[in-house]
């Protein structure tokens, strides 16, 4: 079921797999002339906040996490690429270190691109430069809605909407309107969603009984969206 209507998912998630669209064939041909690959496990970092950059990484297949961690290692998770989406460029940007790190969540397949070849694909191609401009802007949109479910909502709206983005996450194309399966450890789930890893056990269980969705293992299946949006209390 769509969430057209119910749910506004753009405030909450953002995308950068449509801004490679814009390049020419020669543009693009340049843009992955130095291009390697490199499978990574669930659990395996791809970078760390902090570290110096020296380019951009493409999900070709798979899902990766971007998290911070504080002090005690504790992981907040404030995003989940994709295929085909870009991770790191801002750093490469704004010439700074790594604002933070990167992991797979899942077996996948990424793609790295050295900065130079991607700073001159910029210089080469400014549609592509303003797509990655609009994506920035609308990221920022996104971060700031998701600071204020950390600062005003309850653990059972956050839940509820990290479930919610996830769901959109976790579609496939090719599902023909089936519901996805949202394959992610409870770990993952309390790191994106800001509370204890028992809180979401708890109230996964509580949303279970309510018949809102059904779980095995670490598979979560969603049962009835428009509960799952009452419970996220968007207004």
Not at 69 to 93: P, R, T
Not at 124 to 146: C, D, G, I, W
């Amino acid at each position: 079921m769509s969430l057209s209507g119910i749910f506004p998912i753009d405030r909450w998630n953002f995308t950068t797999q449509s801004i490679l669209n814009v390049l020419s064939e020669e543009d693009h041909l340049y843009l992955v002339s130095h291009q390697s690959d490199q499978l990574y496990h669930k659990g395996e970092v791809i970078f760390r906040e902090g570290a110096v950059p020296s380019g951009i990484f493409i999900v070709g297949t798979g899902k990766v996490k971007k998290y911070k961690s504080d002090k005690s290692g504790k992981e907040q998770i404030i995003y989940v690429a994709n295929e085909g989406e870009l991770i790191g460029y801002h750093a490469v940007l704004s010439e700074e270190r790594y604002p933070d790190s990167a992991a797979a969540l899942e077996t996948s397949l990424i793609s790295f691109i050295p900065k130079e070849d991607f700073i001159e694909t910029l210089h080469r191609s400014p549609y592509f430069t303003q797509r990655l401009l609009k994506a920035l802007s609308h990221e920022f949109t996104v971060l700031a809605n998701s600071i204020s479910v950390f600062a005003q909502r309850t653990a059972t709206e956050r839940l509820a909407i990290a479930l919610i983005v996830m769901r959109e996450k976790f579609k496939d194309v090719n599902s023909k309107g089936d519901e996805p399966v949202l394959n992610i450890s409870r770990t993952d789930l309390a790191s994106m969603a800001g509370i204890a890893k028992e809180n979401v056990i708890r109230l996964l269980k509580e949303f279970k009984d309510e018949g809102i969705l059904e779980t095995s293992g670490r598979k979560i299946w969603i049962n009835d969206i428009k509960l799952l949006v009452k419970k996220s209390n968007y207004r």
